[in-house]
């Protein structure tokens, strides 16, 4: 056996997972694509935010919220080991609302979300958050559009260079010596005697555990080993400006100035992936309505214009799962993969090297799909 | 660091860089208008802080952004200078909102 | 006579083809279309047409002229043909994108789109054909030093010379290699400029790969010019040859230029220093438009694939000229006459028997301009040490100050391609875009990982291929599905809001 563990997959929750369990003491590979894959981690808005999700599912707000609280540790680690600095702040974040019907469905949603049953758990930090007014929210964001309605805030939402992240973990695991292989698709894995065995055109490689990190390709390499990630399509597009001088100290909801001064502004989802070109009226939109936000920025001139595929299953949810026919595969899919960084390098990779995931990540296996439909 | 050929025939623009008031010949790029008075350094840059100044005078590299009438990172090559025209050396990245 | 397109308000919604850049090719490639009775848009982003070769030729004297020899002054022809000619010309006009019609927005009966920035405001222009005549541009040559203000590219001279009569008034050093860097040698001394030396890194053994071709050099119209220009400047300058590294020094400003020859080592003090290594196609628009490419060893640059009449791999763009690799004026107009030709023939505007007769007759003038580049690209290619930094403190990455030692450590960790290269280090994600790092940024990466160039591949580039403010992207046409992508559900003042069909949870 070549390794402890292979992971399938060089993106963020790839090289996150992989860095955990390397400090775990396991000697990991990981096998990657090549440079232009779809490839989610060089495509991600930077946000560390956890107060807004988890409507109809506390379980994935705690796993949000306990991911932010471990960024502090996350970010002091990696910096300790590479000199990185991944930026993280978790200054609090500002979901703004344009409109007062866009405010009062805000309102709405937060309230039903905060009062779901077992939001609440020991060592997770409790959802906060509130709601500013027109005038309260220009009070704090004094460069605020006049029009904007208001918005809400959470001192649990930051944000972090998600570049600089990914450029971290991918040093840390070279330092580290765990071995890295891009331009290694991988065509199969099979099973054979307690062990893996992952192959593709003209390699082979053999470990004791495999885990399946590789966005939306899990969904083919899922059933090789008796798991499953059924996705569904979605198409997301930013647009980055040019770098500018330090306006906005805080995350938004879908506009941020990173610490190098470039403001992204996201982000739509488009139920496609059909292909990745931008699209003329989703930057219209997207332009549009970060100006009414921030009227400020309309001399600002947009750089890049991207579109990404996100790994989001049918309901949204991450899939966290190991293979009951196959023990030894996981596989793991969510969207969110800055965000959910620190749990998937400080939490998974102590389970995945213990060989079971934990109770209260039972919730999140793909069997939740696959109840059949009432008639 | 240029001077004009003599066969020129144009009219003479005048416009002011970074406050003090400078000629030109009509038709120049600020950019080609700066370099005839003698200025090769005209930003510095958003990282370090470095001077440039124009390079490429073809639109292509960027390294000639100035500000002008209060707009800032405008490329002087692609921008003909015109009578009266406020330009001024590109410090660093842009302020937002802060045209006047 | 053509029609000038002042502001966005004057484009038409809609043309049967969109020329982007007004060169030789693009040029040319309208004049043909428009007499087979196209509706043609020019659109180019300087001031006057001609493109780089023939800038300002329209306002040139007598003297500037003379100055700038036959090949400049040929450009008022082409120009004054253009200027008869029945199509739109925008100038001024930034494009920044090219690709298929939007799926929602598209009228239905037009293929492609086009992004064009006029006077402050954006607007999508839908188009049959689209040919992109982008020309080229000048390789980038980085050593320590070549960012300090008073170093300039070559053609930036050539630039100032042609359209504001401004030549160098110190001492000036031209330094690199490739035929421009001696014909700016020579135009500068015709204009009495103090040249002080013209640094040749030539290196020596591209002889041995340029000898098997001299005989087409020898035949073709490049050969007199040619030895005329290198007599004339060795003649009236100091040539230093053998050159293997360069060094800029200054305080604040360009002061001296290090001429490193081996072990040895001179110093030559200057008020100016040009730099020239050659030119390689302008790749930006063609890539942001999806066209296939690959690596052109002998041009050590890449560029995009066409077949002989131009078409790229996106059905309905072609590309002319420079743009599609290295030809020269002539070919280039030839090569822009046959686009448009083509284009004509594709919306049947002509018969077929028309269209193959003007066809070959292109074709074979096409072949005579192209006679003797061969010879001219071995016996000019850049030097490999000169395409790729070996000192690690020299900036690559212009706009974001990234070096050749952070690239080398980044490509350390096995990064694939010059994506994840410039994800890891934001090389390349300034406001050039790469132009003036791409081709070194690959290299280098090629060089560290022991293969071809063109395994490694380029940067992914997208729109805008030029910086547009929000303000233009804002005023873009919104379509109902794009609100509800962004905002989730679309506001109506009657009857509250529409509940979004796709918005997804988070």
């Known amino acids: ?375 | 660091m240029f001077r004009r050929l003599s066969d020129g025939k144009a009219r003479s623009v005048s416009f002011t860089f970074d406050g003090v008031p400078t000629m030109a010949r009509e038709g120049d790029s600020v950019a080609a208008a700066l370099l005839a008075a003698g200025h090769c350094s005209t930003r510095r840059t958003a990282v370090s802080g470095a001077a440039r100044g124009p390079y490429c005078l073809m639109g292509v590299c960027f390294e000639c952004l100035v500000k002008i009438d209060g707009r800032p990172n405008r490329q002087a090559c692609m921008t003909t200078v015109v009578e009266g025209m406020r330009v001024e050396t590109q410090d660093g990245a842009a302020m937002p909102g802060q045209e006047e | 006579m053509i029609r000038d397109i002042r502001s966005a308000a004057d484009l038409a919604p809609a043309y049967d083809l969109v020329v982007v850049g007004a060169g030789p090719a693009g040029l040319s490639a309208a004049i043909e279309a428009s007499t087979h009775g196209l509706a043609v848009l020019l659109a180019d982003e300087n001031e006057a047409p001609g493109g780089q070769i023939y800038r300002s030729v329209e306002r040139a004297s007598d003297a500037d002229l003379a100055r700038m020899g036959p090949d400049y002054a040929a450009g008022r022809m082409l120009i004054g043909r253009f200027r008869r000619a029945d199509l739109s010309y925008a100038r001024r006009a930034t494009v920044w994108n090219v690709g298929p019609a939007d799926e929602e927005t598209g009228d239905g009966a037009h293929a492609l789109e086009v992004g064009i920035s006029l006077g402050g405001i954006a607007r999508p222009i839908a188009a049959h054909r689209v040919i992109l005549a982008t020309g080229a541009l000048e390789r980038p040559l980085p050593f320590p030093g070549w960012t300090m203000p008073g170093v300039m590219a070559a053609g930036a001279a050539q630039i100032l010379m042609k359209s504001s009569g401004l030549v160098p008034s110190g001492r000036t050093i031209l330094a690199g290699t490739g035929p421009l860097l001696y014909l700016l040698a020579s135009q500068l001394l015709r204009a009495g400029v103090s040249v002080t030396a013209v640094v040749d890194t030539t290196p020596v053994g591209n002889w041995r790969l340029a000898l098997p071709h001299l005989l087409s050099f020898a035949t073709s119209p490049y050969a007199l010019k040619g030895l005329r220009l290198l007599f004339e400047v060795h003649r009236r300058t100091r040539v230093i040859r053998g050159v293997t590294a360069l060094e800029a020094v200054g305080s604040g400003k360009f002061g001296a230029l290090r001429v490193h020859r081996g072990i040895k080592s001179m110093h030559i003090e200057g008020d100016l220093l040009l730099l020239h290594q050659g030119i390689a196609p302008n790749l930006n628009l063609t890539l942001a438009a999806g066209c296939d490419y690959g690596w052109d060893e002998r041009l050590a640059a890449f560029r995009p694939a066409v077949d002989g009449r131009g078409a790229s791999s996106v059905a309905g763009v072609s590309i002319a000229g420079d743009a599609a690799g290295i030809v020269g004026a002539v070919a280039s107009a030839h090569q822009g006459e046959l686009a448009g030709l083509t284009a004509a023939r594709d919306l049947n505007r002509l018969d077929q028997g028309a269209y193959e007769r003007r066809r070959n007759q292109l074709a074979q003038k096409l072949a005579r301009a192209l006679k003797g580049r061969t010879f001219i690209e071995n016996r000019f290619r850049p030097g490999k040490s000169f395409r790729v930094p070996g000192d690690d403190g020299t900036i690559v990455c212009r706009c974001e100050e990234i070096t050749a030692g952070k690239l080398r450590e980044v490509a350390a960790l096995g990064v694939p391609g010059p994506n994840q290269m410039k994800a890891f280090t934001r090389c390349g994600m300034g406001p050039c875009q790469g132009r003036l790092c791409g081709l070194t940024a690959v290299e280098l990466l090629a060089q560290c990982r022991g293969v071809a160039p063109g395994e490694v591949g380029y940067y992914r580039l997208r729109p805008p291929i030029k910086p547009v403010t929000l303000y233009e992207l804002a005023a873009l046409p919104h379509t109902e599905a794009a609100i509800v992508a962004v905002a989730g559900f679309v506001e109506r003042a009657a009857d509250g809001a529409q509940d979004a069909k796709h918005g997804s949870q988070q």
């Open chain 1, 1 to 375: 056996m070549d390794y402890d563990v292979i992971v399938i997959g060089g993106g963020l929750v790839g090289v996150s997972i992989a860095w955990g369990l390397s400090r775990c003491g396991q000697r990991v590979a990981i096998v990657d694509e090549g440079d232009v894959a779809n490839r989610a981690a060089r495509a991600n808005f930077g946000l560390v935010w956890s107060s807004s999700k988890g409507l109809g599912n506390a379980a994935y707000s705690r796993w949000s919220r306990t991911s932010t609280a471990n960024w502090h540790r996350l970010a002091a680690e990696l910096k300790a080991e590479t000199g990185i600095d991944t930026g993280f702040v978790q200054s609090g974040g500002f979901s703004i609302r344009l409109t007062p019907t866009e405010l009062q469905r805000g309102i709405a949603s937060m309230a039903k979300l905060a009062g779901q049953p077992g939001m609440d758990a020991e060592g997770t930090p409790p959802l906060e958050y509130e709601v500013l007014d027109q005038a309260e929210t220009r009070r704090r964001l004094p460069l605020i559009g006049e029009t904007v309605a208001g918005a809400i805030f959470s001192p649990l939402d930051g944000h972090a260079n998600p570049l600089r992240l990914f450029a971290g973990f991918h040093k840390a695991l070279n330092q580290r010596g765990v071995h890295y292989f891009p331009h290694r698709k991988t065509a199969a894995i099979h099973h054979r005697a307690g062990a893996f065995e992952v192959a593709g055109d003209g390699w082979r490689l053999g470990a004791g555990k495999v885990v399946l990190a590789a966005g939306i390709g899990n969904t083919a390499l899922a059933p090789m080993v008796g798991l499953s990630v059924p996705l569904t399509p979605s198409r997301g597009q930013i647009i980055v400006t040019e770098r500018l001088k330090p306006f906005l100290g805080h995350a938004t909801g879908y506009l941020r100035q990173t610490d190098e001064g470039s403001v992204l502004i996201g982000e739509s989802k488009e139920a496609t992936i059909d292909h990745q070109r931008p699209r003329g009226p989703i930057t219209a939109v997207l332009a549009e309505r970060a100006l009414r936000t921030f009227p400020l920025l309309r001399d600002a001139r947009a750089v890049r214009i991207w579109a990404a595929f996100r790994v989001v299953t049918p309901d949204g949810y991450p899939i966290y799962e190991q293979s009951e026919r196959f023990p030894g595969a996981f596989a793991f899919a969510c969207h969110s993969g800055v965000t959910l960084a620190a749990n998937h390098a400080l939490v998974l990779p102590r389970q995945i090297s213990a060989g079971a995931l934990s109770e209260d990540l039972a919730v999140f296996h793909s069997r939740r799909f696959h109840v059949p439909a009432a008639v």
